[in-house]
């Protein structure tokens, strides 16, 4: 399972890399080092797995974890991570927040998480169906500046057991109509899978690689207690996977330039 993860989440990358940009890489290696370092801006737009408001440290968070492993291994640039993620935000509230939460960045790369709270059984009005689904995954393609790459990752599995709505007997009906409590959220990832797929977006499918690792090692090594946000362990597992899909992607790049 692990195996099939880490070539889902490397194939579009060679893809990926041909088109053609003008971005912080295009200095060639051999030219004089500048003592100001290239500025690399990578924005998390996404809900509450992006934010990871449950790491009181900021440096545990994974979207920071990502920032120091790139630091380390490419010291010639300066990467500013930005966190635009927000706890409970459907992807149509997620896509409000763009101009001031992503364009007004600059960013070079977006690491995208749009598929949490779209059936909140509380909240009527924060509910996305398919159709608009589909419509806010255009809208934020068409909205991309041209030299901004996307890189996606799908959000992790949910407990019924443990989670606050999964146990609620007062969601049950809610639930049991869109397939059971887990399988309410599949067709908003299927859908995610493929719109990255369309658009040579690479994809870590974080999902299936907690499902498990979770299976392996008991799932409260990575998730906390309320069903669904990571713990230390698994904001690091998040990290390490979005970290090797950029490495890969920089690591080309400065050998396409040599």
């Known amino acids: 399972m692990l195996k099939q993860v880490f070539f889902l989440m490397l194939l579009p990358i060679c893809q990926y890399l041909g088109a053609s940009e003008t971005d ?29 408001k449950e790491m009181a440290d900021e440096n545990k968070k994974w979207l920071n974890i990502v920032g120091e492993k790139l630091r380390k291994s490419f010291p010639e640039y300066e990467f500013n991570m930005v966190n635009s993620g927000k706890g409970g935000n459907s992807a149509r509230e997620a896509m409000a927040r763009f101009e001031n939460g992503v364009l007004s960045k600059n960013p070079d790369y977006v690491i995208l998480d749009l598929c949490a709270n779209n059936f909140d059984p509380v909240k009527v009005e924060r509910r996305v169906n398919m159709e608009e689904f589909k419509s806010i995954l255009e809208q934020y393609k068409k909205s991309l500046p041209s030299k901004t790459k996307t890189v996606c990752f799908t959000i992790p599995p949910m407990y019924e057991d443990i989670h606050p709505y999964g146990k609620n007997p007062a969601f049950k009906e809610f639930f049991q109509e869109r397939g059971g409590f887990e399988n309410a959220g599949t067709p908003y990832k299927d859908t995610f899978r493929e719109f990255a797929k369309e658009n040579g977006f690479p994809l870590y499918d974080f999902y299936y690689e907690l499902l498990a ?41 400065q050998k396409d330039l040599k």
């Open 213 to 253: 690792l979770g299976k392996k090692n008991g799932r409260e090594r990575y998730i906390y207690k309320d069903g669904i946000h990571m713990n230390e362990e698994g904001n690091m597992v998040l990290a390490e996977g979005i970290f090797k899909i950029l490495q890969q992607i920089i690591m080309q790049k």
């Open 24 to 52: 912080n890489f295009s200095r060639s290696s051999k030219e004089p080092v500048s003592m100001t370092k290239r500025k690399i801006t990578i924005v998390g737009l996404g809900a509450s797995i992006t934010e990871a």
